[in-house]
C-alpha cells in the first residue's frame, strides 16, 4: 500500500514552479513531506492532518485532499537549494508509514 | 535541540550473524520509528514505539525486533542477516504523530 508519487522525476530552472502529487489508496490519517538529498537524512517539511490542519515550515505550501487521500507539494519561485528528493509519506490510524518511491527535483541556474 | 543521533554510521556483517543499530532521540520526543531504505528507494517502515510500547509494524519478519528507552534511546536488533538486509537504517523521532519526525543520519549496514 505504497503511495504513489508523481511525477518521478522533474527539472527546473531557477525562479520556476512545480507541483510534486501523492496518491494513497488506503484511508489517512496524515500525510507528510520531505527532502532528501544525496547522503544526508530525510529533512521535515510538511504535515497535513486529517480534519485539515497543517505544520510545517513557512516557504513550503501543501494540499490534502481527504475525500480522495491524495496530497500536493507546491514548490514556487525554486531556488538551487530546492534540488533533492522528495518524498510523501502516509499515514494510516494504525500508525502504519509508508513512503512513496520519491520525486526528484533538480534546479538548474 | 540535540537531533537525532544514530550509531554506528557503517556496519559489515556476515549473512547469519546478529546486529543491534541504536538511536538517540530528542529530550521530550515520545514516538521513534524505524526505517529501511534501499538505494533510489524510499523509506521502508519497520514499526513505531510510543512511550516503550510497539504500536504499528510494517511488512518485516519477527527478526526484526526493537526496543525504546525511557532517556529517548532506542535500538532496532535484526536477527539471523541476509544479505537483502544491506541498506540505510534511519531512526526517526517525533513529539507525537501530529508532528513530523526528525531523522538520524542511518547507519549503512552492509551484509557480506
Known amino acids: 500500500q505504497q503511495p504513489v508519487q508523481s511525477p518521478q522525476a522533474v527539472i527546473l530552472r531557477e525562479g520556476e514552479d512545480a507541483v510534486i502529487n501523492c496518491s494513497s489508496s488506503?484511508?489517512?490519517?496524515?500525510v507528510h513531506w520531505y527532502r532528501q538529498k544525496h547522503g544526508e537524512a530525510p529533512v521535515f517539511l510538511m504535515i497535513l492532518l486529517k480534519g485539515g490542519e497543517q505544520k510545517g515550515h513557512e516557504k513550503i505550501s501543501a494540499s490534502f485532499n481527504e475525500k480522495k487521500q491524495q496530497s500536493s507539494l507546491y514548490l514556487t519561485a525554486s531556488q538551487l537549494s530546492y534540488s533533492g528528493t522528495y518524498f510523501c509519506g502516509t499515514e494510516m490510524e494504525n500508525n502504519d508509514m509508508r513512503f512513496g518511491a520519491g520525486t526528484r527535483l533538480t534546479v538548474k541556474p | 535541540e540535540t537531533g537525532v543521533t544514530q550509531s554506528p554510521t557503517h556496519l559489515i556483517k556476515t549473512r547469519g550473524q546478529q546486529v543491534t543499530l541504536r538511536c538517540s532521540s530528542q529530550s521530550g520526543h515520545n514516538t521513534v520509528s524505524w526505517y529501511q531504505q534501499a538505494l533510489g528507494q524510499g523509506p521502508q517502515f519497520i514499526f513505531q514505539y510510543y512511550r516503550e510500547e510497539e504500536n504499528g509494524r510494517g511488512n518485516f519478519p519477527p527478526r526484526f525486533s526493537g526496543l525504546q528507552f525511557p532517556n529517548y534511546s532506542s535500538e532496532l536488533n535484526v536477527n539471523a542477516l541476509e544479505l537483502d538486509d544491506s541498506a540505510l537504517y534511519l531512526c526517526a523521532s517525533s513529539k507525537d504523530r501530529d508532528y513530523g519526525y526528525t531523522f538520524g543520519s542511518g547507519t549503512r549496514l552492509t551484509v557480506v
Open positions: 488506503k484511508a489517512l490519517y496524515s
